[in-house]
């Protein structure tokens, strides 16, 4: 079993070798991993009363209202549109990331290897299976927060896969990924919590912390999980 001790240390050590380019792949795999907007929900009792002021008269009430109408629209076609970049974009981006950081383990690539899942004839199955990847945990988490956690971290293995393996079916993705979570889901959980102290200083620096050290630390850290998961994978014989 890894140790997150060593395995942070040697992800630590692979990003700052070749660091530019991991600060710049790890910013725009960033970008793309985050980024809810439930937020706008929560405005919804506050505007409601504000439409029902008895100081204001009906015209005033329904000038607002349309102008809320209308900024709605465009939050809601905002949101439209940045899933649909996400969907045929941003997914391709982080695989390709993954690529990035797999390699950086052993060599110095560049940045370009960030668009390496836009090549090789297989952009629809990446699409597709990190599509599905996203829906699935989505779904899940519509029965309460945890069983969307526990699909999170099944899944976790999915984009360093596909990074590694385009042309890969779904089917085998989906379960080469939840054979190597088993009884890792815990230990990654933890592992993520470790990088909380990090992730308080990137929020305190207004995210300077982050671009420039904590989101490529963190992401040179788990391609040293997934390359210790498919070592493992491949003594167990369930990848070839």
Excluded: C
């Excluded at 984009?159 to 009884?183: C, D, H, T, V």
């Amino acid at each position: 079993m890894w140790n997150r001790i060593d395995l942070k240390m040697r992800g630590k050590l692979s990003f700052t070798r070749n660091y530019w380019s991991a600060v710049v792949a790890a910013l725009v795999m960033a970008i793309f991993t985050g980024g809810s907007y439930s937020r706008y929900g929560s405005r919804a009792p506050e505007t409601y009363e504000f439409f029902h002021d008895s100081h204001m008269s009906s015209s005033e009430s329904m000038a607002l209202a349309m102008f809320a109408l209308m900024a709605a629209a465009v939050v809601g076609i905002m949101s439209l549109l940045f899933i649909i970049v996400k969907i045929f974009v941003g997914n391709l981006l982080l695989v390709g990331g993954s690529r990035f950081f797999i390699e950086n383990q052993t060599g110095n690539p560049g940045v370009g290897v960030v668009g390496s899942a836009f090549q090789g004839g297989q952009y629809m199955n990446v699409v597709v299976t990190m599509f599905l990847k996203g829906l699935f945990i989505s779904l899940w988490s519509l029965l309460f927060v945890v069983p969307g956690i526990i699909k999170h971290y099944e899944y976790l293995m999915i984009p360093y896969i596909l990074a590694e393996n385009p042309g890969m079916s779904r089917q085998e993705a989906f379960a080469i990924s939840k054979r190597m979570m088993m009884g890792q889901k815990w230990n990654v959980f933890v592992l993520d919590l470790s990088f909380l102290g990090w992730r308080l200083l990137e929020g305190i620096t207004f995210g300077i912390a982050g671009v420039f050290y904590v989101e490529p630390y963190y992401q040179a850290t788990m391609a040293e999980l997934y390359a210790f998961n498919r070592n493992m994978a491949y003594q167990q014989g369930y990848i070839r």
